[in-house]
Nanobody, 121 residues
């Protein structure tokens, strides 16, 4: 069984910072892309950032220059460092990973349970 376990959300004032973590656990052979999405109330889920196994990155225009995605392949973990947070960054943040399980030939996209980020004074 493979799971993505997120942590690091919470309440922060505008201009503040948070760091999200997401660890993939279970019988994993390899992980390709890892990423973060978010969904605000009444809005569709949107891509925030993605990082490949080779550590190439891509960001939504709304977070460029403020958020940084990184990964630790030895720990099967992806991070999202969020700086200069704005009220419009308030959302549930979900991590995702493209995983090949041990003894499998099919890659599957797994999702975390979501972690709430609230930016408010």
């Amino acid at each position: 069984q493979v799971q993505l376990v997120e942590s690091g959300g919470g309440l922060v004032q505008p201009g503040g910072s948070l760091r999200l973590s997401c660890a993939a656990t279970g019988s994993i052979r390899s992980i390709n892309d890892m990423g973060w999405y978010r969904q605000a109330p009444g809005k569709q889920r949107e891509l925030v950032a993605v990082i490949t196994s080779g550590r190439s990155t891509n960001y939504a225009d709304s977070v460029k220059g403020r958020f940084t995605i990184s990964r630790d392949n030895a720990k099967n973990t992806v991070y999202l460092q969020m700086n200069s947070l704005k009220p419009e960054d308030t959302a549930v943040y979900y991590c995702t990973a493209d995983i090949l399980r041990t003894y499998s030939v099919i890659r599957v996209d797994y999702w975390g349970q979501g972690t709430q980020v609230t930016v408010s004074s």
